[in-house]
């Protein structure tokens, strides 16, 4: 009966099972070596199997795309990861395929059959598995990008899953509000265990169902079933990926399954759950219901099920005696692909700065940023540029009836003028929004240009911008990359800007590991270095001081098309003999202001600009600081704890022999910068608090 009502052969119902056994066993054995302290940790996905496997023969490997998450074993076990791929993982193995044994085990992780690298961050993945499908849905409108067919099926569906606790998080929200408005062919699919860890369904969830709350959001397919059921599963997810390969918009179905086992090793569920709901539970075990209904109709006899168990017992001892056999990876190994080993952004394929071709009236910083962004995009028709007011007009049959937007600064003035709204347009207020769709999108091979407005905003994303982005290609040994361009306005020095739009903060993201961030201090560098930024491989943060956006001082001529500026490279601003000042942004106008006041008194200022900030150019700083030596580092960050210290620490440890004097530091006080005007100009540096330490340190 239910061979003819779901079209499924006898062949494939004991395949379903062998997967869902394969994978409770993989499970068993993961424990055991535990508490042989052979591996060092586990994760289960036991109860989770029935829904698991369903969605393995509904899915399609290296045509769909899979944002997994850690319960999934059954999943991508019936995608292609055998049970030694996932041995490998768990012995910490040199050629674990998911991370080569950088991620812990269950994070999975396949290029070449579209599962995408998981952290261990909760939540992040919905907007990813967003940017993924929206891949798709732009590869399918930018008709010039040429070999797009090949980046894109036209039924393609996003699979994107988590626990019951997981959909508490803001980015499961902010992720169904684009899937829904896009009409992206998306499925969700919530393996509702009823806990996480030790809290309870109804206290993570208002009214205990996360379907019940979702069901309103227009266009998204909602269904519940039980997911230790194996037919249910099939029957139901049948009718989700369908309403998702038809284009009718994302899916989601809330599969109610059990957790027999604790949440992990690490975690004893006897803690906070009675022994009565456990054995309740365990009589649900979706791998007993499945093999007592092929006994029951026949699909296979006792003998045969037990002996479909012994051949999957054993594939999966041998997979670990194999696994434990592999050597882990050779220390030496630990700086691998922090950054791509393709492209590298500091070498002089990316200097054209002397050969730059200076002509027409001066521009603005704006002016040359935005000169660039033009010049990118009609080079490269995989660029889009998204962000809060980056268009012109959403609404685009305005846009002949108004002047557009194009950015509260204007940066973005006209791109989507030129280029349409496939390409450059607004998202909704919520900036982790921009950063997870632009490295989803990214990820498949876009170059997404993302601006968060304003620097003091980027903190709802700082998860994506922090645990995900500039780690992808280090957690997935190099299987997955994301070259992104995040544009920031930063800083303070406008008048009225207050705490909420004055920040600076460049060390919080200096201190990642995979990011390149870079600040000009002029309209010529900005346009040099944008360049260089969205021709990259890696993932950068390129920060625009806000009050340099229209200065006059720092205007330039137009360089060309293919002027790029290497990061890692400093500029000397200003020749100098007595004392090296080092800084950024806009305390280089500030600096050279103060230098040449010290010239009338017969000192002698070298200024470095730094202008890439990670990497930053040592070797210019050295060579100052050897012959001068003495060095001021000026920065706008606090004092304490900011990007400068970094510097100044590294002078006084390996020039020491070199200085004539103590390094000193200007910066900003340890406070927030206020409103009144008075009071911000004593918070942040002034020129004569730098030529006030010039004279401090010229005098030692």
């Not at 896009?182 to 919530?190: A, D, G, Q």
């Not at 997911?227 to 998702?244: I, M, N, P, Q, W």
């Not at 003998?303 to 005696?321: G, H, I, P, R, Y």
Request: aromatic share 8%.
């Amino acid at each position: 009966m239910f061979e003819r009502r779901l079209a499924l052969t006898p062949a494939t119902l004991i395949s379903a099972y062998r997967t869902m056994y394969t994978s409770r066993r993989i499970d068993d054995k993961e424990l055991l070596l535990k508490r042989q302290n052979r591996i060092f940790f586990q994760i289960n996905g036991v109860g989770h199997e029935a829904v698991l496997a369903a969605a393995g023969l509904l899915l399609r490997p290296a045509h769909d795309w899979f944002f997994a998450y850690y319960r999934d074993r059954a999943l991508v076990l019936s995608l292609g990861v055998t049970p030694f791929d996932q041995m490998l993982a768990a012995v910490a193995a040199e050629d674990d395929p998911n991370s080569g044994a950088r991620q812990m085990p269950s994070h999975w992780s396949n290029p070449k059959l579209n599962i995408f690298s998981r952290s261990s961050a909760t939540g992040t993945q919905f907007l990813q598995a967003v940017g993924a499908a929206e891949a798709g849905y732009r590869y399918s409108m930018i008709k010039e990008i040429e070999d797009r067919a090949a980046h894109f099926k036209h039924d393609e569906v996003v699979y994107v899953s988590a626990g019951d606790g997981t959909t508490s998080e803001g980015e499961f929200w902010e992720s169904l509000n684009t899937a829904c408005n896009l009409k992206l062919p998306v499925l969700y699919l919530i393996e509702d265990n009823g806990y996480a860890i030790s809290v309870p369904v109804e206290v993570q969830t208002a009214g205990g169902s996360i379907s019940r709350l979702v069901s309103s959001f227009p266009g998204l397919y909602v269904e519940e079933c039980d997911g230790t059921d194996f037919l249910g599963s099939y029957e139901t997810l049948s009718r989700a990926v369908g309403y998702a390969r038809e284009r009718r918009g994302p899916a989601l179905v809330h599969a109610h399954v059990i957790r027999p086992y604790s949440h992990s090793q690490s975690d004893d569920e006897t803690l906070y759950r009675p022994e009565e709901e456990r054995v309740n539970e365990a009589a649900r075990d979706p791998i007993k219901r499945l093999g007592d209904l092929l006994i029951r109709e026949g699909v296979l006899t006792e003998e045969e099920l037990q002996k479909v168990k012994d051949e999957a017992d054993a594939e999966v001892n041998d997979a670990a005696e194999r696994a434990l056999g592999r050597p882990q990876p050779p220390k030496e190994s630990a700086m691998l692909y922090v950054y791509s080993p393709d492209v590298d952004p500091t070498s002089p394929e990316f200097d054209t700065e002397d050969q730059a071709g200076l002509n027409g009236r001066e521009g603005t910083m704006v002016d040359l940023i935005n000169r660039c962004l033009h010049e990118e995009m009609e080079r490269n028709p995989r660029i889009v540029v998204l962000g809060e007011d980056v268009a012109d007009a959403s609404r685009a049959e305005y846009l002949s009836r108004v002047k557009g937007k194009g950015g509260v600064f204007k940066v973005t003035a006209n791109l989507q003028r030129r280029f349409g709204g496939d390409r450059v347009y607004n998202t909704p207020l919520a900036e982790a929004n921009v950063i997870g769709r632009s490295i989803g999108m990214a990820a498949r091979g876009l170059k997404p240009v993302a601006e968060i407005q304003f620097f003091d905003y980027i903190w709802p994303a700082f998860m994506q911008l922090r645990d995900e982005a500039p780690l992808l290609r280090w957690r997935s040994n190099n299987g997955w990359k994301c070259p992104m361009v995040v544009r920031v306005p930063v800083g303070g020095y406008l008048k009225g800007g207050a705490i909420y739009h004055s920040q600076s903060g460049a060390s919080t993201f200096t201190s990642i590991p995979g990011w390149r961030v870079v600040m000009p201090s002029t309209a010529l560098d900005a346009n040099g270095l944008l360049r260089t930024a969205i021709r990259c491989d890696d993932p950068v943060l390129f920060l625009e001081h806000k009050h340099l956006y229209r200065q006059t001082y720092n205007k330039s001529p137009y360089p060309g098309p293919d002027f790029m500026i290497p990061f890692g490279k400093a500029r000397v601003a200003r020749e100098g003999t007595d004392l090296t000042i080092i800084t950024y942004g806009a305390l280089v106008q500030r600096s050279l202001v103060a230098a040449k006041q010290a010239a009338a008194e017969e000192i002698n200022v070298e200024v470095i600009d730094l202008r890439s900030l990670n990497p930053y150019d040592w070797k210019a700083i050295e060579r100052s600081v050897r012959k001068t030596n003495r060095a001021l580092v000026v920065y706008e960050d606090c004092v304490s704890w900011g990007y400068g210290a970094e510097i100044a620490a590294r002078i006084a440890d390996e020039l020491f022999d070199q200085l004539d004097a103590p390094v000193r530091r200007v910066a900003a006080l340890d406070c927030f910068v206020a409103y009144a005007p008075d009071v911000e100009d004593a918070i942040l540096p002034q020129t004569d608090d730098v030529l006030e330490a010039i004279h401090d340190i010229a005098a030692y």
